[in-house]
């Protein structure tokens, strides 16, 4: 039990328009269904700034404009948002979080189903908006991505927090074996962090 506080404020106060404006998210799995422009697509994300039957404005171009970049799907602009690949959709979902341009973004699951090549560049584009001051909260299971790209980590064990801190903190043999059930080979390449499991720990049984 507990209370959501957004800039102090329970979100039960707030109106769904306002959170809209101030939390953008991005669900696990979306699927699309109607075929749209990616840019028409993308321009959805502007929703929660227009007011009712009003059109979208030079504000809002330039806001698509700069999301559709920062994910890099401006080439994919006219293209059927239905006729593209795996990939390609997953960036084009996370502009048009990105369109909305709030304080805060919630991903979750941002790397199911892509190749590590998606993954990555998913994971850069998501450091890049921490760079700029955007809050991101992403619910990952790579721990090896999440090693490299966040800068704190919460370990959740059958929906209980077991550890909130920097992932060299966080991401210890002991931890894994206690809340996953695995043994980890960890290092570092180039600077960066590696994790990976590599076996079940016996001792956890089944």
Avoid at 81 to 97: H, K, M, P, Q, W
Avoid at 114 to 130: K, S
Avoid at 144 to 163: K, Q, T, W
Wanted: charge should be neutral; glycine fraction near 6%; include cysteine.
């Amino acid at each position: 039990t507990g209370a959501i506080l957004l800039d102090g404020v329970p979100l039960a106060e707030r109106s769904r328009r306002e959170i809209a404006r101030t939390v953008a998210y991005l669900p696990q799995g979306q699927s699309l269904h109607w075929p749209l422009t990616v840019e028409r697509l993308v321009a959805l994300g502007r929703l929660p700034h227009l007011a009712p039957l009003s059109r979208i404005s030079q504000q809002d171009r330039d806001a698509i404009a700069r999301a559709m970049a920062a994910a890099d799907v401006t080439t994919l602009a006219a293209r059927v948002a239905t006729e593209i690949s795996g990939g390609e959709r997953a960036r084009v979902l996370l502009a048009r979080a990105l369109a909305v341009e709030a304080p805060a973004l919630i991903v979750d699951e941002p790397l199911a189903s892509l190749d590590p090549a998606h993954q990555i560049a998913v994971m850069e584009i998501l450091r890049a908006e921490a760079a700029r001051g955007v809050l991101v909260i992403a619910v990952l299971h790579d721990l090896g991505l999440a090693a490299r790209y966040c800068d704190r980590i919460l370990v959740l064990d059958a929906g209980r927090l077991v550890a909130d801190g920097a992932p060299s903190a966080v991401l210890t043999p002991a931890r894994l074996r206690e809340t996953y059930g695995v043994r980890a080979w960890f290092g570092s390449i180039e600077g960066v962090p590696v994790v990976v499991p590599l076996t079940r720990d016996s001792a956890q049984g089944d």
